[in-house]
């Protein structure tokens, strides 16, 4: 399952890390996260040599997702070396969503 990170530990676990990230910016309120959570899930057992994937709560780092121009949830960033390579928002297929990291693998 997912790590859970915020703002204290986003630099280090996202923008430094060595391999492609996920960032899963979710609700623990919103059905379609938790839905997500699940296809999230999937690619983490599948690609767990290739991809990193973590999860902020909106609820909790406002400013992280401010920061990112989250305006709803679920919304998948996936961050390349620092940067923010693509972006998905609602609920999508587990092709889309692998689709955001896999030139850079």
Avoid: W
């Avoid at 587990?94 to 030139?103: D, G, H, P, Y």
């Amino acid at each position: 399952m997912a790590l859970r990170i915020n703002a204290e530990n986003f630099e280090e676990k996202v923008l430094k890390a060595d391999k492609p990230v996920l960032v899963d910016f979710y609700s623990d309120t919103c059905i379609p996260c938790k839905q997500m959570a699940g296809i999230l899930g999937d690619i983490e057992d599948e690609h767990e040599d290739t991809v990193y994937i973590y999860k902020v709560n909106v609820n909790y780092d406002k400013a992280l997702a401010e920061q990112y121009k989250v305006m709803s949830v679920p919304t998948v960033i996936c961050f390349v070396n620092g940067e923010q390579k693509g972006k998905v928002v609602g609920l999508k297929e587990q092709e889309e969503v692998e689709a955001l990291f896999e030139e850079y693998l």
